[in-house]
């Protein structure tokens, strides 16, 4: 029988051999390849931790405190149905609350068809150069044949994310919700891919913000973030009953 | 001075990147070689790392974490070039490696023998958990965190890589031993 002390020793003495230098011909290599590879902007940088003024500051931290005191009046208003001596309804036949802690995100979200201005437009948004647009076949001029679709639609459950193109369901994955405005999806096990999102009433905007998960080429990656950016951030969602 | 030159190449600057690259390489090549045991792989893993951390450098929101984001990539990397290739990984006549000091004396032929055969029987994350535990040293917390999985994940996959390594030590240990009987 082997115990842990022995194997932690056996594997340490194990991982002493090796090579523990890279031969500066793939140093080289990747350097060249660095040379013909543009960064990537975060979409998330330039709509995102702008700095605010320091009267914005006090105006929404005004705005927030009147918010608080003011919904804090109305539920302890006198008169008020909420355990109130006024009141003339049975607690118990009360309309119950929808339930607040739920994830807001699990439901089905639409856009209307989209025209290929306004996908382009998403692009420009996102940061995407002309360049790189044209080396993954995007023509500004038909979007690509509208490859990604025109309509999209998105349903969340409470572990899974589909979306559908134009009707025709174009990927599920799994989901997560991180916070109120996060959400991380994937294909596998691993959620690689970070959204951003925000909700008012019956709309949701999106904006995906990274992918940890590096694909096979810069190509893959390039097609993957444009069908990404075309799909999410042409258009707000609407929620449908 | 590398959060220096990190954010110097966030902002495009290819000569800051190439400094970081030069004193990072060697050692995600220690990294990916001790994962994939072959040179030739780790070094695509490696090579392929660098132009993506290039590529994805500017959404590197803490660049004191650069260390730890380029070595989540090289992992990332190397499950590409094991999925790639997953047929290598068995039935494979175990050479001995050269590594730049020699093969360890500590460690009888046998056992290398038996520890690299085992090895490369673990599926690639568990391999990586090995080799953040045992080369890097490492807690599964630490690894946690710069592989972005959960601390549960990586407590796991660690004790299922320590029990498939110990069961392939003793399976040849018993191999050996009825092999040895059998031939009396």
Request: net charge negative; proline share 5%; charged share 20%.
């Given at each position: 029988?082997?115990?842990?002390?022995?194997?932690?020793?056996?594997?340490?003495?194990?991982?002493?051999?090796?090579?523990?230098?890279?031969?500066?011909?793939?140093?080289?290599?990747?350097?060249?390849?660095?040379?013909?590879?543009?960064?990537?902007?975060?979409?998330?940088?330039?709509?995102?931790?702008?700095?605010?003024?320091?009267?914005?500051?006090?105006?929404?931290?005004?705005?927030?405190?009147?918010?608080?005191?003011?919904?804090?009046?109305y539920i302890f208003r006198p008169g008020s149905s909420v355990g109130g001596p006024g009141s003339s309804v049975p607690a118990s036949s009360a309309?119950?609350?929808?339930?607040?802690?739920?994830?807001?995100?699990?439901?089905?979200?639409?856009?209307?068809?989209?025209?290929?201005?306004?996908?382009?437009?998403?692009?420009?948004?996102?940061?995407?150069?002309?360049?790189?647009?044209?080396?993954?076949?995007?023509?500004?001029?038909?979007?690509?044949?509208?490859?990604?679709?025109?309509?999209?639609?998105?349903?969340?459950?409470?572990?899974?994310?589909?979306?559908?193109?134009?009707?025709?369901?174009?990927?599920?994955?799994?989901?997560?919700?991180?916070?109120?405005?996060?959400?991380?999806?994937?294909?596998?096990?691993?959620?690689?891919?970070?959204?951003?999102?925000?909700?008012?009433?019956?709309?949701?905007?999106?904006?995906?913000?990274?992918?940890?998960?590096?694909?096979?080429?810069?190509?893959?990656?390039?097609?993957?973030?444009?069908?990404?950016?075309?799909?999410?951030?042409?258009?707000?969602?609407?929620?449908?009953? | 001075?590398?959060?220096?030159?990190?954010?110097?190449?966030?902002?495009?600057?290819?000569?800051?990147?190439?400094?970081?690259?030069?004193?990072?390489?060697?050692?995600?090549?220690?990294?990916?070689?001790?994962?994939?045991?072959?040179?030739?792989?780790?070094?695509?893993?490696?090579?392929?790392?660098?132009?993506?951390?290039?590529?994805?450098?500017?959404?590197?929101?803490?660049?004191?974490?650069?260390?730890?984001?380029?070595?989540?990539?090289?992992?990332?990397?190397?499950?590409?070039?094991?999925?790639?290739?997953?047929?290598?990984?068995?039935?494979?006549?175990?050479?001995?490696?050269?590594?730049?000091?020699?093969?360890?004396?500590?460690?009888?032929?046998?056992?290398?023998?038996?520890?690299?055969?085992?090895?490369?029987?673990?599926?690639?994350?568990?391999?990586?958990?090995?080799?953040?535990?045992?080369?890097?040293?490492?807690?599964?917390?630490?690894?946690?965190?710069?592989?972005?999985?959960?601390?549960?994940?990586?407590?796991?996959?660690?004790?299922?890589?320590?029990?498939?390594?110990?069961?392939?030590?003793?399976?040849?240990?018993?191999?050996?031993?009825?092999?040895?009987?059998?031939?009396?």
């Amino acid at each position: 029988m082997t115990t842990q002390r022995e194997l932690d020793r056996m594997l340490g003495d194990f991982f002493l051999d090796g090579t523990d230098e890279l031969a500066d011909r793939v140093l080289d290599a990747a350097l060249d390849q660095i040379e013909d590879t543009t960064q990537r902007r975060p979409m998330w940088a330039p709509r995102r931790f702008s700095p605010m003024n320091l009267p914005l500051r006090f105006g929404m931290a005004a705005v927030i405190a009147i918010i608080a005191v003011g919904g804090a009046l109305y539920i302890f208003r006198p008169g008020s149905s909420v355990g109130g001596p006024g009141s003339s309804v049975p607690a118990s036949s009360a309309p119950t609350p929808a339930p607040t802690a739920q994830n807001p995100l699990i439901g089905t979200w639409t856009t209307g068809p989209t025209t290929c201005a306004q996908q382009n437009a998403a692009l420009a948004k996102a940061g995407f150069t002309a360049a790189q647009l044209q080396s993954d076949g995007w023509d500004a001029a038909t979007c690509a044949g509208m490859k990604h679709g025109s309509a999209f639609r998105l349903q969340f459950t409470n572990t899974l994310l589909v979306f559908y193109q134009d009707g025709v369901a174009g990927w599920t994955g799994t989901y997560q919700a991180v916070d109120g405005q996060t959400f991380k999806a994937g294909d596998s096990s691993t959620l690689y891919i970070t959204y951003h999102y925000a909700i008012v009433g019956d709309q949701l905007t999106i904006d995906m913000v990274a992918d940890t998960l590096p694909t096979a080429s810069g190509g893959e990656q390039l097609g993957e973030d444009i069908a990404q950016t075309v799909i999410y951030e042409t258009a707000t969602f609407t929620r449908q009953p | 001075m590398d959060r220096d030159l990190v954010e110097q190449a966030q902002r495009g600057d290819r000569e800051a990147f190439a400094i970081l690259a030069r004193s990072h390489g060697d050692r995600l090549m220690a990294i990916a070689q001790r994962i994939l045991r072959d040179v030739g792989r780790a070094e695509d893993a490696v090579q392929q790392t660098l132009v993506i951390a290039w590529r994805e450098l500017p959404s590197l929101r803490d660049p004191d974490r650069f260390d730890a984001w380029l070595q989540r990539l090289l992992v990332n990397a190397s499950y590409g070039e094991a999925r790639r290739s997953r047929a290598w990984n068995a039935h494979i006549r175990v050479l001995p490696v050269d590594g730049q000091g020699g093969p360890d004396e500590s460690l009888s032929l046998d056992n290398r023998d038996r520890l690299e055969r085992g090895f490369r029987r673990l599926p690639p994350d568990q391999r990586a958990m090995l080799v953040f535990t045992h080369y890097l040293g490492l807690s599964p917390t630490e690894i946690a965190e710069r592989l972005g999985i959960p601390v549960g994940t990586a407590n796991s996959r660690l004790h299922y890589a320590h029990r498939a390594m110990r069961a392939a030590i003793e399976a040849d240990e018993r191999t050996v031993t009825v092999a040895r009987g059998g031939s009396r």
